[in-house]
Nanobody, 125 residues
């Protein structure tokens, strides 16, 4: 069983930075072979891919709107995945979710069976 818990959201002004954390737990195994993703969902919109990291290789992928501003990373020792968000923009305001899937890279939210409860990010001008 996989359990994910996000934290680190808040209200900031445009141009500020936030670091989101996803505390990960798995019973009876490890996250080897898992892809860990960050997604976001704004009111009235569908959940969208933000970034992902391979737990095994550390390889990363990003959505075009966040390239160069967001950085995803994982901490093996603490079973935590981070999303460092710099130069936040108002259009980045959303609930941010951590997702996990076993297998190959896939940016589609439907491909992720495991989710956290989300953490709210608000960005004002």
């Amino acid at each position: 069983q996989v359990q994910l818990s996000e934290s680190g959201g808040g209200s900031v002004q445009a141009g500020a930075s936030l670091r989101l954390s996803c505390q990960c737990a798995i019973s009876g195994g490890t996250f080897t072979g898992y892809i860990m993703g960050w997604f976001r969902q704004a009111p009235g919109k569908e959940r969208e891919f933000v970034a992902a990291v391979s737990w095994s290789s550390g390889g990363t992928a990003y959505a075009d709107p966040v390239k160069g501003r967001f950085t995803i990373s994982r901490d093996d020792a603490n079973n935590t995945v981070y999303l460092q968000m710099n130069d936040l923009e108002p259009q980045g305001a959303a609930v941010y979710y951590c997702g996990a899937r076993s297998g190959l890279w896939n940016p589609a939210p439907a491909a992720y069976p495991h989710w956290g409860q989300g953490t709210q990010v608000a960005v004002s001008l």
